[in-house]
DNA sequence: CATAAAATTTAGGCAAAGCTAAAAATATGT
DNA sequence: ACATATTTTTAGCTTTGCCTAAATTTTATG
């Protein structure tokens, strides 16, 4: 497997995600910041080494042994990032661009070893979920902060947007993973709300609370 | 720089130890176990990228800029294999397949917090000196252990030859580095040598002796 | 339902990095 | 010194992965 061939597979996994349908040559395009045809010939590649279903003009699918693949790779990427979180001392906004490159590296000793060295984490540094060498992962109770009600608490679990941007604001605002969130207010106009975390207070706007993962206190 | 032109680039610089004559095609070919022709190829690349000198049938050989190059790559590669050793329990027979990969990761901020992690070591698991930030590194008294005399001793610092083969030799020998040996004999017929390591004896071929530096006691 | 718009594929090219076979330059031996 | 052997380079081809432009298929719209 090529790094080229091993990306595709992990962009392909990444847009199904929530839904099985087949992925569209020009969704696949955008996340591989790549040209359409391009996609093409390297779907026909995935398709000829039995990675993907593929049709012309129908999109393309993972097979079980791609979606291994994917697997594969992404628990190669998050336990990279727990590494460099962990043991290097990397804050959550600098790990992911070196864990793109760390992900290709091809040795199953070097990921159990690394495995063990963090004590089987369950989660990335984002609460992303780190499959098993099986490919099995937990998943968990979270909701995006956007849709729990006025004067619901929980701890904060994880980001759908990682980019290294928002966890910027994240840390500038106090907000790390493992802490108690409260939302005090909405404001129905925009969709802003007032929350509370730890013991200080802020305004949020809809932007960010769609972008933050809670676990609901029940 | 693609991994391709860096594997050159280290290539080069491994042959060029001990001697600043320019390296001849064939010999790049048979260290890169490529084809002269494809040699060439590149070589002019590197060239054309003011890594390497290069005249036509006259060899090569590294520019200033090509040494620093040779030298982070070896640097990286060295810290690599000492981080496999020290924090993930690999075997010194395991770790250069591994590191091949992992020496072209390109994150300064990786390499230098694994330096630090690794608490800055100045040698590989092999005893190879490991270059710092800037390219320098310790040069160690070291013999190999078949130019030293009868009765002399010292302790085990290198490796010549890192091949898994030779190391698991060595492994079931009970040499490692950091040892002390000692010449008991010296057979003038094949070379042979009858030595002590720690507190037992052994018969080694000249291959052998030919194949681990020693630092000589004073 | 015809036709325009959008999506997709094909065709043809390019650069990297390798290969083989042939040509050219250098080295060697008598 | 000259013929032969060896080394090195050149020329032309292959694959991967990308590109642009053109052709084709699907979808959407009046």
Redesign the pocket.
């Known amino acids: 497997m090529?790094?080229?061939?091993e990306?595709?597979i992990k962009g392909i996994y990444h847009l199904s995600q929530g839904g099985k349908k087949a992925i569209?040559?020009?969704?696949l395009?955008g996340q591989?910041?790549?040209?359409?045809?391009?996609?093409?010939?390297?779907?026909?590649?995935l398709s000829e080494k039995g990675l993907v279903h593929?049709?012309?003009?129908?999109?393309v699918r993972l097979t079980e042994q791609g979606t291994m693949v994917a697997l594969k790779v992404i628990r190669k990427h998050r336990l990279w990032e727990a590494f460099l979180v962990e043991k290097l001392d990397f804050s959550w906004d600098e790990v992911h661009e070196v864990a793109e490159q760390l992900e290709h590296i091809e040795s199953e000793k070097l990921i159990d070893r690394l495995d063990a060295l963090l004590d089987f984490p369950d989660y990335d540094p984002h609460g992303d979920p780190i499959p098993d060498k099986h490919g099995r992962f937990k998943t968990r109770d979270k909701k995006l902060l956007s849709t729990m009600p006025v004067h619901s608490q929980g701890i904060c679990v994880g980001v759908k947007d990682s980019s290294a941007s928002f966890l910027k604001f994240l840390d500038r605002n106090h907000i790390a993973l493992g802490r108690e969130i409260q939302i005090l207010d909405k404001e129905p106009y925009d969709h802003s709300m007032h929350v509370r975390i730890g013991d200080h207070t802020l305004r949020i706007s809809h932007q960010i609370a769609a972008n933050l993962y809670v676990k609901p206190n029940p």
Not at 32 to 45: A, G, I, L, N, Q
Not at 54 to 59: I, L, S, V
């Open positions: 090529t790094h080229s061939e990306n595709y569209s040559t020009t969704a395009a591989m910041e790549t040209k359409p045809s391009s996609v093409t010939d390297m779907v026909k590649r593929y049709k012309k003009y129908q999109g």
